[in-house]
């Protein structure tokens, strides 16, 4: 079981939490008083995408983790490079277009 310091609280990481999950896909919705984030995998020729975790914060805790992630981003294209987020390609069908040979 790991132990951090952070900002003068300890906290407590078991390894069960410490093995982590993968997560390909964010789902956040939220109502006036809370945010949930659901961290789901998506994986291909699979039809349903099962939620892995599911974080519910206040808004403004909300709100502090999307300030955290922001300057965290920032810090990592420094040091890193930019993130490149490729755009969609669109859908395709599969079959033979049109006047394609």
Do not use: C
């Not at 109502?31 to 994986?43: G, N, R, W, Y």
């Not at 920032?74 to 049109?98: F, H, L, W």
């Amino acid at each position: 079981m790991a132990e951090m310091k952070q900002f003068g609280l300890d906290v407590e990481l078991g390894d069960d939490v410490a093995q982590g999950h993968y997560s390909n896909l964010a789902i956040i919705s939220h109502s006036t008083s809370e945010f949930i984030l659901d961290f789901a995998t998506v994986l291909p020729g699979v039809q349903k995408a099962r939620v892995k975790s599911r974080i519910i914060l206040t808004p403004e805790h909300a709100k502090r983790l999307l300030r955290s992630l922001q300057e965290n981003i920032v810090r990592y294209e420094t040091n890193v490079g930019k993130i490149e987020i490729p755009k969609p390609q669109p859908a395709s069908d599969g079959g033979p277009k049109m006047g394609q040979a």
